[in-house]
């Protein structure tokens, strides 16, 4: 009884212990979004300050007139006594991590000491949006053979403000994400217009079948969760524009969305394509250009969701306040590498359909899905080596707001090739009981 007691007791230890983990993990997936600042609330300290030779707080890029930074402390005497100081530096150099402890802390352009419950620094004027770092230190950071005394918590909020339309100090967003508020409106309000325009034919093609049911669903699905992501960051950047915090949860369930729309418009595009190039071979003349799926099909599939899926949870696991943008990342350049390489592939099987297919409908229909394809494949790379030429501060905004308005057209034109009813008519083939969206009534079918 007491070994099995005791071998419970291990048990329970281990279950425990894989539930901390688990709960940690999910803690740090759920609540890491990308806020590199604005408001920013935590403790002073000493011990991180001496290893690191400044404690860092935020980072900050500042554009225009009155920028300012607010810093708050709860207890003010014990951060003179420690002779606290936050120390500001604009864009650190590359020789950073090379200086000494005292070189660094002298090479501060701002130094605020910390003797009061808020002290406010005016930011000046630069000819360019320009990032500002923020490092803490006090009198034991430099001094390593000293003996750091037992203190109380030092805590402390940082507000940090762009100055808003007005000129007035109260813009939480950097310059960097300025604008991406008003965008995510914009695009909830087409999503808006545009499901008030084509629900009702969209769901009566839904409703009918037909031998494109499958992709009209998937693409529906993509599309609504596309739409689910704008909401979320629009909510997050919404709450985040008042406090400079947000809700990190939406910014995460953004993300989130966004890669399911990701992976399932990939699904059903490796699987059409392989399913054509795989199907013409046995049956090239039965049910043309649906999707009948194989096992090698579904495998091909598979494979390539499983590797993008992949390579998205490791962008955004590895995304952090120091490497905001996922494209300079490992994970960012090989997830551009494996678009780059399916739109090859799809390229060449596209070109062996298209270069054997006799009737001129269907090479048309196969160029526009080409065209989808490609653009919605091959968007993002381009635009990350076309930001090159914009300034530092745009190119994040231009390769966002570019991969989203480009994905959508993607999606419009896919919409649109295989809702189309005469082209649909002339390569499918079948009836047009089955068709989606034709305008033929019960005593006109026979003229279609």
């Known amino acids: 009884m007491n070994l099995r007691g005791t071998a419970t007791t291990q048990l329970q230890s281990i279950v425990w212990r894989l539930a901390a983990k688990v709960r940690l993990a999910a803690h740090r997936l759920l609540f890491s979004a990308q806020v590199c600042g604005k408001t920013v609330s935590g403790l002073f300290k000493t011990e991180v300050a001496r290893q690191h030779k400044g404690q860092f707080i935020t980072k900050f890029m500042y554009q225009g007139e009155e920028g300012l930074l607010v810093c708050q402390l709860d207890n003010p005497s014990l951060a003179a006594e420690k002779e606290s100081r936050l120390l500001l530096y604009p864009n650190v150099d590359e020789d950073w991590d090379n200086l000494s402890c005292s070189e660094r802390l002298t090479r501060?352009?701002?130094?605020?000491?910390?003797?009061?419950?808020?002290?406010?620094?005016?930011?000046?004027?630069?000819?360019?949006?320009?990032?500002?770092?923020?490092?803490?230190?006090?009198?034991?950071?430099?001094?390593?053979?000293?003996?750091?005394?037992?203190?109380?918590?030092?805590?402390?909020?940082v507000l940090l403000l762009n100055a808003d339309s007005a000129g007035n100090p109260l813009e939480h967003f950097s310059a960097e994400e300025a604008g991406l508020h008003t965008f995510y409106f914009l695009l909830l309000l087409a999503y808006f217009v545009a499901s008030c325009i084509y629900i009702k034919p969209l769901y009566q093609a839904l409703r009918k079948g037909g031998p494109m049911h499958t992709v009209l669903?998937?693409?529906?699905?993509?599309?609504?969760?596309?739409?689910?992501?704008?909401?979320?960051?629009?909510?997050?950047?919404?709450?985040?524009?008042?406090?400079?915090?947000?809700?990190?949860?939406?910014?995460?369930?953004?993300?989130?969305?966004?890669?399911?729309?990701?992976?399932?418009?990939?699904?059903?595009?490796?699987?059409l394509c392989a399913s054509w190039s795989l199907s013409r071979g046995r049956k090239p003349q039965s049910r043309p250009l649906q999707w009948e799926q194989s096992p090698a099909s579904t495998a091909v599939a598979v494979c390539?969701?499983?590797?993008?899926?992949?390579?998205?949870?490791?962008?955004?696991?590895?995304?952090?306040?120091d490497q905001h943008r996922s494209y300079r990342s490992l994970a960012g350049i090989l997830l551009i590498a494996l678009r780059v390489t399916?739109?090859?592939?799809?390229?060449?099987?596209?070109?062996?359909?298209?270069?054997?297919?006799?009737?001129?409908?269907?090479?048309?229909?196969?160029?526009?899905?080409?065209?989808?394809?490609?653009?919605?494949?091959?968007?993002?790379?381009?635009?990350?080596l076309t930001s090159a030429i914009f300034n530092e501060h745009q190119r994040e905004k231009v390769v966002t707001i570019?991969?989203?308005?480009?994905?959508?057209?993607?999606?419009?034109?896919?919409?649109?090739?295989?809702?189309?009813?005469?082209?649909?008519?002339?390569?499918?083939?079948?009836?047009?009981?089955?068709?989606?969206?034709?305008?033929?009534?019960?005593?006109q079918r026979g003229r279609y």
């Open 402 to 443: 570019g991969v989203i308005l480009c994905q959508s057209i993607s999606m419009v034109i896919l919409y649109q090739l295989f809702l189309s009813r005469s082209l649909y008519w002339e390569v499918s083939a079948l009836s047009s009981v089955s068709l989606p969206l034709t305008m033929s009534r019960n005593n």
């Open 342 to 384: 399916l739109a090859l592939l799809l390229a060449s099987v596209l070109y062996q359909i298209i270069s054997t297919e006799r009737s001129t409908l269907k090479r048309d229909f196969y160029l526009c899905f080409a065209k989808g394809c490609f653009l919605w494949f091959l968007c993002h790379p381009f635009l990350v």
């Open 108 to 157: 501060a352009q701002f130094t605020i000491s910390l003797s009061q419950e808020e002290h406010n620094q005016t930011i000046p004027q630069r000819s360019s949006p320009t990032v500002w770092h923020a490092l803490y230190a006090d009198r034991y950071t430099c001094q390593e053979a000293t003996v750091i005394p037992s203190h109380g918590e030092l805590r402390f909020t």
């Open 304 to 321: 390539g969701v499983v590797l993008q899926g992949a390579l998205l949870l490791w962008e955004q696991y590895s995304a952090s306040e």
């Open 217 to 271: 669903k998937v693409l529906t699905t993509s599309l609504a969760l596309q739409g689910c992501s704008a909401l979320c960051n629009y909510i997050h950047m919404a709450r985040y524009s008042r406090d400079g915090v947000g809700i990190p949860l939406m910014g995460s369930l953004a993300e989130f969305w966004a890669a399911a729309a990701q992976v399932s418009t990939l699904y059903t595009l490796l699987s």
